[in-house]
């Protein structure tokens, strides 16, 4: 049975939501895989002690110290060794657990991802991938949604590359159609990065590459995974939630497609690019999203999407 | 009284949609301004005659040539110098029309801009202004929207005055708040170009900056003008308008903000930066965007946004 580490310190409401998320992930599949929580024992203890079914099928790894949400990423990771976010990276590392999921601090899970677990390949900068609900259809994928500000056309490459395999691996598209964002739908469109990136992308022979991609085509079945540039990735991402919330608003944010929108569907962004999986939950991470990041975390480990990637890599 | 002139050819629906808008505005605003229809003397003529009221209150001047939608810019200036966008761009410059609005082709515009009227300051480029409906309160601006494809940060402080002034002059905000498009509230938050714009930004002593907006911020009163390079602006845009036909698929496009998504709302990106009022309409432009996109044309020129714009630059 796999085992997911979760931070129980992360998120803006930690410790409560990320506990209530575990006791929901709990009562739904904890006869799928089971829960390591990491945080500080006077937080888990008591929560423990309450809910004896739940202490039954889950294990704690007790830390003195925790990352806050505003910290410097670097600097706390060499400060704070006793943190929930470093024990969890070490765990993953050393294997006692399959797959980590934390709501935050978001620059000090990817900078201790490429510490604790290190890039997939030398040149790899690890990214964030977003979940993209589509009217019609399945989901598909974004990425880079915020790890990558300045991109290279390179970048745009392997994001394409880490995507493809995503998409196959734990979406189980079996040929998904990668397509670049721009501002045109001609290769010659675009800013510069994304020319550049256009002809790298047109020359890779592994993945079915349908071009550049407008705004307007983000969320169809144009492409199952849309390759941007961290910048304008997080843009869109956090567009789309405020896109929700104005449903919500509305009144309307039952409707299909918009619920869908909801953060809370998909619960975090996988860090791809490094060896294990990890996942990284929105800072207001509700319970609801906290279980479902869990899922996700689960479902990335399931099935061994960094040794699919690792593999790709190898025979690019 | 104001002369107004509209290309008769641009756009996808042309010139039946650009007819149709004509008309429009004719019925609602004949005792404000007047038109002057720009295209060939086969489409325009009979649709005067069948039209004898619009006919007694409207100019034409016919061209032999119009300028595709998908022609390359450049050389379509060059190659038709007898078309309705160059001949409008003519009579702009020459002051026998106040202001030109047309659906396309937006880079025959925008490169006709600068070649017939000239840059506003020779060291600005010329921007496309987007409007952004807020569920609360006025509508607010973004620019650029599409035009500046590779951003320098002396780009974003540009943007950053024109979008002060439009602000003040047409939208009516005594001292609007500018804010620039990022990944994150802090100033050392986003790409290297937003992170040295932001410190031009910050020295503007005339506008009110008031930092980073994020994605989340772009549909809301956190700022009245959104700056950003036109990569991103351009995805916002067209995913806005995404965002609208999923309303109208889902049956709530007539819910408030929703409405105010439509495009045909606004009817066209003002070209600002150049020496007159140039207005460009969506290549889809119904006839409701083509009407509302001469009024637009019609409130630049009334408010004097040009002149407006040159002292601001001349006092910088």
Known sequence: MLRIGLDVMGGDFAPESALKGALLAHNAWSDIFSLVLFGQSNIIEP??????????????????????????????????????????????????????????????????????????????????????????????????????????????????LLGHVYAQTVLGIENPKIGLLSIGEEPEKGNAVTVAGHKLLAEMSKIQFVGNLEGRDIFTDKADVVVTGGFTGNVILKLSEKFYEIAQDLKCADLPFFSRLNYETYGGSPILGVNKPVVVGHGISSPLAIQNMIWLTYDIARTGLCERIFSALKDE
């Open 47 to 160: 929560f423990l002690d309450s809910n004896p079914d739940f202490s039954a099928h889950c294990e704690a790894v007790f830390t003195e110290q925790y990352i806050d949400m505003a910290a410097s990423p670097v600097r706390a990771l060499t400060e704070k060794p006793d943190s929930s976010i470093v024990k969890g990276l070490e765990a993953l590392n050393a294997g006692t657990i399959d797959g980590f999921a934390s709501a935050g601090n978001t620059g000090a899970l990817l900078a201790g991802s490429v510490l604790k677990l290190g890039s997939i390949r030398e040149d790899i900068r690890p990214c964030l991938m977003g979940c993209l609900p589509r009217p019609e259809g399945l989901d598909g994928i974004m990425l880079d949604v915020g790890a990558i500000a300045d991109t290279k056309p390179e970048t745009l490459r392997d994001l394409a």
